[in-house]
């Protein structure tokens, strides 16, 4: 049933690229069609000026100052031109920049682009002095040149568009999910709060019975395991105070709780209890929940022989703590990829722990978890930053 929503997905992905480009071609071509007819309609005007202005009168300068020849091609005009005798002085200009008829370079530069927009059109005349001519320089006018540009920003407003609403519905698919999530940890948490209970009542009662008192004790430290587990999911979707606490204690109190419940053949080392005490500000419930997944997916690398170290640093800005297997590694390609959810190598799961993790660093804690070092058969180190604190 996945594979074939996966499919019809696809073709449904497949069909609106399809329709937006046949969309996108017919408006082009449309569009293109109209500036080439405007474009032709524009030199017809033009070569009817030329053939007005021929048969207005006797030619020279003067016919340049003929008042029905203002009118021809002034009245509701939007198409740049210059109009030069035969030695390329100017007689008469419109819409054209009065710098570049001024500089001879620029204006030999402009005569020269106009003549590539449109070929010159020549008006001869016959003078006393013998018979000359005149040349029309022509460019395109702005509502020409608008329409070649306009599909190419119709086609942009649309990708922009297609863009913003594939962000809006990401985003609101994520709002749905978290909510989903929150709710799920909520719900678990309620769950749990019931059968927590009993049990706590049941290991006051095994401590009247003639038991073994360690075990007992053992029990009681699992139920108060259990019982911070129970405090970490109803904490998801609240607002999370963070505090000033000494970092050291808080991953130690994690490592000690772990260490005696790991195989025989897997090693915990924790540096943290013999260093100078280093300080941040956490929500202790949820950042010890992040050491313990994370030193329970390096158990689960190791499949129950090698070693774990937990390893606490410092610079002048900010605190490291490095957790660090010698199980079988992670290729480069998913180091990103681990934190994502839904995305697991493991036989069993769901592949929420690490996504969880990062959310808890990165969103509460405003801090960075990130692989740092991994190769196949030689290991893993997950390194999460958090921001200094001096007393």
């Given at each position: 049933m996945k594979f074939r929503r996966d499919i019809f997905s696809f073709r449904n992905r497949v069909v609106v690229i399809v329709v937006g480009i046949l969309l996108g071609s017919i408006s082009l071509l449309y569009t293109n069609d109209m500036a080439r007819r405007l474009k032709e309609k524009e030199q017809h005007d033009v070569a009817l000026w030329a053939h007005a202005m021929e048969r207005a009168g006797g030619g020279g300068g003067e016919?340049?100052?003929?008042?029905?020849?203002?009118?021809?091609?002034?009245?509701?005009n939007n198409i740049p031109f210059i109009i030069t005798d035969e030695e390329l002085r100017i007689l008469r200009a419109h819409l054209i920049d009065e710098e570049e008829l001024s500089d001879p370079d620029r204006l030999r530069e402009l005569l020269t682009g106009l003549a590539d927009e449109n070929p010159p059109i020549r008006i001869d005349y016959?003078?006393?002095?013998?018979?000359?001519?005149?040349?029309?320089?022509?460019?395109?006018?702005?509502?020409?040149?608008?329409?070649?540009?306009?599909?190419?920003i119709q086609l942009l407003a649309v990708v922009v568009f297609i863009i913003l609403g594939f962000i809006a519905f990401r985003s609101t698919k994520r709002d749905e999910q978290n909510r989903v999530w929150i709710g799920l940890a909520k719900e678990t948490a309620h769950q749990l709060g019931t059968p927590t209970s009993s049990l706590l009542g049941w290991?006051?009662?095994?401590?009247?019975?003639?038991?073994?008192?360690?075990?007992?004790?053992?029990?009681?430290?699992?139920?108060?395991?259990?019982?911070?587990i129970v405090d970490r999911f109803s904490k998801i979707g609240s607002e999370t105070p963070l505090?000033?606490?000494?970092?050291?204690?808080?991953?130690?109190?994690?490592?000690?709780?772990?260490?005696?419940?790991?195989?025989?053949?897997?090693?915990?080392?924790?540096?943290?209890?013999?260093?100078?005490?280093?300080?941040?500000?956490?929500?202790?419930?949820?950042?010890?929940?992040?050491?313990?997944?994370?030193?329970?997916?390096?158990?689960?690398?190791?499949q129950g022989h090698g070693s774990i170290e937990v390893h606490i640093s410092s610079d002048e800005k900010h605190l490291y703590v490095d957790v660090k297997d010698s199980g079988k590694g992670i290729?480069?390609?998913?180091?990103?990829?681990?934190?994502?959810?839904?995305?697991?190598?493991?036989?069993?799961?769901?592949?929420?722990?690490?996504?969880?993790?990062?959310?808890?660093?990165?969103?509460?804690?405003?801090?960075?978890?990130?692989?740092?070092?991994s190769e196949i058969g030689k290991g893993t180190t997950i390194r999460i930053t958090l921001k200094r604190l001096f007393d």
């Open positions: 016919m340049m100052n003929d008042p029905m020849i203002d009118y021809i091609v002034d009245s509701h016959h003078w006393w002095a013998g018979d000359h001519y005149h040349l029309i320089f022509y460019g395109q006018s702005s509502l020409l040149k608008s329409l070649y540009w306009f599909p190419y290991i006051e009662y095994l401590k009247t019975q003639p038991v073994d008192r360690s075990a007992v004790e053992e029990m009681q430290k699992d139920l108060t395991h259990l019982m911070k505090t000033p606490a000494n970092l050291n204690e808080v991953v130690g109190e994690s490592v000690m709780y772990f260490r005696k419940r790991i195989p025989r053949n897997v090693t915990l080392d924790y540096n943290g209890l013999a260093i100078a005490p280093l300080r941040a500000n956490i929500n202790t419930a949820l950042f010890e929940w992040v050491v313990e997944n994370l030193m329970k997916n390096s158990l689960d690398a190791l290729a480069k390609a998913n180091w990103k990829r681990i934190f994502e959810p839904g995305f697991t190598t493991k036989t069993r799961g769901w592949g929420l722990g690490l996504s969880l993790s990062r959310r808890i660093i990165e969103e509460y804690h405003q801090g960075r978890i990130a692989v740092v070092e």
